[in-house]
């Protein structure tokens, strides 16, 4: 039964996606207004939040020009990019037999076989509906990587690939590993790709705020994380106090989702004053 609704879920994903390409203007029709980019954190089983949050983004009629992920960011981010409405991505969330791939696989290949049958073997970067970029880590050289092209399923499973928990993704040279490793908000990302404003998602809960603290002198990807959260001109943050990025349980699961829908809500004042400007 659990197999039969996962897969129900997977078509629905399929046929929303070639709806919504017929709903959503091409960039040539968005003319000149700011263009948005939308960034979802890392935080393992927390991106249930972000799927919460993502109700209100989509309530707000604020236009997703672009899309950045880190680590479960990515895959939130990445089906979000092809179309997967938040309702769906609910769904998807709450489904047993997807928050089990998540837990007790040192591989990982039961994710990657998931991954592509979400988002189709042969989808790339090129053919998605919203242009979308997401971070991983090369482990060979300690350097962050920002991956746009390719195959989508594959460049997912790398920017997730949480160090001692899932084997680092091969591609080309590279050993890649969880893109939070070195910037877990890709705020910047986002700037780069020419994003005007930024709605940023982050589940971080233990935030290290203090710019002169010595944890914070010592690690550059704290620095780098704390910029980003202050050059998001709207941040939302989901209160994940008491969660962690292993709570895939069906009630935690809910309760993250929850979290986010109350922190999307509280945000919705400003997602429709920036749906104003954009007229």
């Not at 920002?146 to 591609?171: D, H, T, W, Y």
């Not at 809910?254 to 829908?261: N, S």
Request: some cysteine; aromatic content about 6%.
């Amino acid at each position: 039964m659990k197999k039969n609704l996962f897969f129900i879920l997977l078509l629905l994903v399929c046929v929303t996606m070639q709806a919504r390409k017929k709903e959503n203007p091409t960039s040539d029709e968005k003319g000149d207004r700011p263009k948005v980019a939308l960034v979802l954190g890392g935080g393992g089983a927390k991106g249930a939040a972000a799927v919460g949050v993502l109700k209100y983004v989509e309530q707000s009629g604020v236009p997703i020009d672009m899309v950045v992920g880190t680590s479960i960011g990515s895959i939130v981010g990445g089906l979000y990019s092809m179309g997967t409405t938040s309702e769906q991505l609910d769904s998807l969330f709450r489904n047993r037999a997807w928050t089990d791939l998540f837990t007790g696989s040192l591989m990982g290949d039961s994710i990657v076989r998931t991954l592509r049958e979400l988002t189709g073997s042969e989808v790339s970067f090129e053919s998605l509906k919203i242009p979308f970029r997401c971070v991983a880590v090369d482990m060979n050289k300690m350097k962050e990587v920002v991956l746009k092209e390719g195959n989508l399923a594959q460049a997912m499973r790398a920017s997730m690939a949480i160090p001692l928990v899932f084997k680092p993704v091969k591609i080309g040279n590279m050993k890649l590993v969880d893109g939070g490793v070195l910037n877990n908000l890709p705020v910047d990302v986002a700037r780069d790709m020419g994003a005007d404003i930024v709605i940023a998602v982050d589940l971080t809960v233990n935030k290290h705020k203090d710019d002169s603290s010595l944890l914070t002198l010592l690690r550059p990807d704290l620095r780098k994380y704390q910029r980003n959260c202050k050059d998001a001109d709207i941040y939302i943050n989901p209160n994940l106090k008491g969660y962690g990025s292993e709570d895939f349980s069906p009630t935690k699961i809910a309760e993250m989702i929850t979290l986010g829908e109350k922190a999307g809500k509280a945000s919705l004042k400003d997602l429709k004053k920036l749906k104003k400007k954009l007229k």
